[in-house]
């Protein structure tokens, strides 16, 4: 199993430029989670899904948008960049909601210049 | 008030050393904690889960106070790989909510 992968790992972007950051976990688990966090900070939770087709806002929700059309994949979307979204971005996946252990991906780490 | 507040230390400790990080949380009714480790610039990974009753792992050991809303992780005979930044992370609804993070330091 690879567990949670992100992709890319690295991007920079100019002000106004979109992208989108992919998210694929393959351990068949119901919730998955989107948060950036910013130097010396904790992790703030962007969006989140219990299930495909269904998908709820975070703390931190204003500039992104996300999906989840399948159980596997759960992209994030940025429109619009601006150089307050510099950040690194961790995926997170789980069997279940706050009972259950959270398994990270490796991170995006974006610059958005 | 923040919902899980911790020391952002850091804290620098010999080899061999016990050392002792509190956090505490503000929602009375999250039901569950953890305490999760990161190294710099890698994701979070879960250490241990947090009981009532109190638990440990090894040199590890996990302690939830629900009267005063805190939760602590001591570790035993510390050593150099235990150098990181340990999040705590309390349960909100389907939410898990995350700590600044306390960083461990462990030198020669």
């Known amino acids: 199993n690879a567990g949670v992968t992100q992709t890319p790992k690295f991007r920079i972007l100019k002000i106004g430029q979109s992208m989108t950051l992919q998210c694929t976990q393959d351990?068949?688990?119901?919730?998955m989670y989107w948060y950036r966090q910013d130097p010396g900070m904790g992790l703030k939770l962007i969006y989140y899904?219990?299930?495909?087709?269904?998908?709820d806002k975070g703390e931190v929700p204003n500039g992104y948008n996300v999906s989840r059309s399948t159980t596997e994949d759960f992209p994030l979307r940025l429109e619009l960049a601006a150089p307050s979204q510099t950040s690194v971005y961790f995926c997170?996946?789980?069997?279940?909601?706050?009972?259950?252990?959270?398994?990270f991906g490796p991170g995006t780490r974006l610059t958005v210049l | 008030r923040k919902e899980v507040e911790q020391d952002p230390g850091p804290f620098n400790v010999p080899e061999g050393a016990t050392v002792a990080f509190n956090c505490t949380y503000s929602?009375?009714?999250?039901?569950?904690f953890f305490w999760y480790r990161q190294d710099c610039r890698k994701e979070p990974k879960l250490l241990m889960s947090?009981?009532?009753s109190g638990n440990e792992d090894g040199r590890f050991t996990a302690q939830l106070n629900r009267a005063s809303q805190y939760i602590s992780l001591l570790i035993r005979d510390s050593k150099l790989s235990d150098s990181a930044t340990y999040l705590c992370v309390v349960s909100n609804t389907d939410k898990l909510i995350f700590g600044t993070g306390t960083r461990l330091q462990v030198f020669p």
């Open positions: 351990m068949n688990h119901n919730y």
């Open positions: 929602n009375s009714a999250s039901q569950s």
């Open positions: 899904s219990v299930g495909a087709g269904i998908t």
């Open positions: 997170a996946s789980s069997i279940a909601g706050e009972y259950n252990e959270q398994f």
């Open positions: 947090v009981y009532s």
